[in-house]
Each structure stands twice: as structure tokens, then as C-alpha cells.
């Protein structure tokens, strides 16, 4: 199975929080092939890391700890670089959603997962906003037995 996780959904595999153990459940019960995530993920996951720090939820040492187990980890997952079709993709989808309530780093996860609509099973995001423009698109986001 080839699968697509947003910064949301992949955080619960580093930080334990609600939809952790459903997560893990997935790479327990399938055969998971492939892990695609976007670019901008490595930049998010610190992003979520620090503020974490911030609103004292985790320490510096338990931040700087998950980030390199995190970096450790990138040759696991194919990382889809942000190029001028994602770009003008998340544009198009910005055009399209913004409305509704796109964000600019939402439009660019959408947008990769658009790109890999036809090489990924399933789309995973634990933003219930993103979720609903992953599902508009006509891409699966739950693995149902």
C-alpha cells in the first residue's frame, strides 16, 4: 500500500496524542510500500515541534530529541519537492478552495496529493479542514477494511 500523510497525520507517529494508536494500527495491520510526504513537511514538523515548546507541552530536550529522530528517518519516506507544477497547482486549488478556507502550506500538501493521485492508495490528514478538500478532490483518505 502506498500512502500520503500530511504534517498532521505523520506527527502522531513522533508525538503521542489523540489518533496516535489508530495510526500505528495502519502500519501494523498493512503492508505499506511507500510513504510520500511533501516537502514542506520538514518545515511544518519543526514548526509544530517548537510551538509545542512554546506552549510548554514538550522541553527543549524532548523538541530537539523528535527532531532528530525525525531526520533520522527521512530515508523512509519519498519526499515530493516543491516545484513550479505544485506551485501553480496550489494556486489554481487556492483559486478553487480559498474560499471555503484553504490555507497557503494546506494548498501545497492538496496540491502534491493531486499530483500523486494516481500513484498513492490512500490520503492521510488529521486536519479536518485539509481532509475535506482531499476528499473534494475525489482522493480516498481512509483506509476502511
Do not use: P
Amino acid at each position: 500500500m502506498k500512502l500520503f500523510f500530511d504534517t498532521s497525520s505523520l506527527f502522531k507517529l513522533y508525538h503521542q496524542e489523540e489518533g496516535t494508536k489508530e495510526l500505528e494500527s495502519i502500519f501494523l495491520e498493512e503492508s505499506i510500500s511507500h510513504i510520500y510526504l511533501s516537502e514542506i513537511t520538514k518545515i511544518e514538523f519543526a514548526s509544530t515541534i517548537w510551538k509545542k515548546v512554546r506552549t510548554n507541552e514538550i522541553t527543549i530536550q524532548q523538541a530537539e530529541n523528535t527532531l532528530i529522530l525525525f531526520e533520522s528517518d527521512f530515508g523512509k519516506y519519498n519526499f515530493i519537492f516543491i516545484d513550479s507544477i505544485i506551485t501553480e497547482q496550489a494556486r489554481n486549488l487556492m483559486t478553487k478552495y480559498g474560499i471555503d478556507g484553504l490555507r497557503t502550506l494546506d494548498s501545497i500538501q492538496l496540491s502534491t496529493c493531486v499530483l500523486l493521485a494516481k500513484h498513492v492508495d490512500y490520503f492521510l490528514t488529521a486536519d479536518k479542514l485539509l481532509k475535506k478538500f482531499v476528499e473534494r478532490e475525489g482522493l480516498k483518505t481512509e483506509i476502511l477494511e
